[in-house]
């Protein structure tokens, strides 16, 4: 099958849209698999390494409840065409690496095979490539509508809390450009773009953090 188009917002992907999975497969792809943890805030002077965790309940929407994922502007720093890849690491990178997975999903919960996720962020020091590609990378979800990432927990930057960027897009839909937050950070309700419904769930169960976040997104 074809690669669809990347993010084009004037040309929509023409890819077929995957049939409803089994219901068994939505009920456990629904549900929360697991509680959130808390990354602290750390200042540019104390390493990700050091970050922890402690489990929190997440207002994350999830399918079937109507609620769609919130979208959110993609900022200044968003560079289109990053490479295709699903770990952003690269030799040397400093940073806590953590493993970021979930679905793309319709509110009927129905998994979007060959969906484009397509994220962007700092490192841990805050700061973004906008000369090339570090901390760029765009990937298509597989046959169940699952995206995974490996990557490095970002830095914060003046004015924001800790984030990621991504853009998501269905066959035949729109994208939507969102960001993704993690849970328990101080400067979190200090940032005014900062919403609850975009917590990622996080555990750490001794071999760096494990982020889930499924987006559920509007068909038109
Ligand atoms: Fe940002």
């Not at 402690?54 to 959110?72: F, H, K, W, Y």
């Not at 490539?129 to 930057?157: A, K």
């Not at 609850?196 to 987006?215: I, K, S, T």
Request: aromatic residues 10%; glycine residues 6%; hydrophobic residues 35%.
């Amino acid at each position: 099958m074809p690669k669809p188009r990347r993010f084009d917002q004037s040309r929509r992907t023409l890819l077929r849209i995957t049939p409803p999975m089994l219901a068994a497969f939505f009920v456990a792809t629904c549900s929360r698999r697991f509680a959130n943890s808390a990354l602290p805030v750390a200042s540019k002077d104390t390493p990700n390494s050091d970050i922890s965790s402690t489990r929190v309940l997440s207002p994350t929407p999830t399918c079937g409840d109507e609620a769609v994922t919130p979208a959110q502007t993609a900022g200044p720093f968003f560079t289109p065409d990053s490479p295709e890849r699903t770990s952003l690491l690269e030799p040397g990178m400093v940073g806590t690496r953590i493993v970021v997975t979930g679905q793309v999903l319709s509110t009927s919960c129905t998994p979007m095979a060959n969906a484009l996720v397509d994220f962007w962020h700092t490192n841990d020091q805050g700061d973004y490539d906008n000369q090339g590609y570090t901390l760029r990378g765009h990937q298509f979800t597989d046959s169940e509508g699952r995206y995974r990432l490996e990557t490095i927990v970002p830095g914060f930057y003046p004015g924001r809390t800790r984030h990621f960027h991504v853009k998501v897009q269905a066959a035949n839909q729109p994208v939507l450009t969102t960001q993704l937050y993690f849970p328990e950070e101080p400067l979190n309700q200090r940032d005014g773009l900062f919403r609850p419904e975009l917590l990622m769930a996080v555990r750490d169960e001794g071999n760096g953090p494990q982020a889930l976040f499924d987006f559920v997104l509007a068909m038109s």
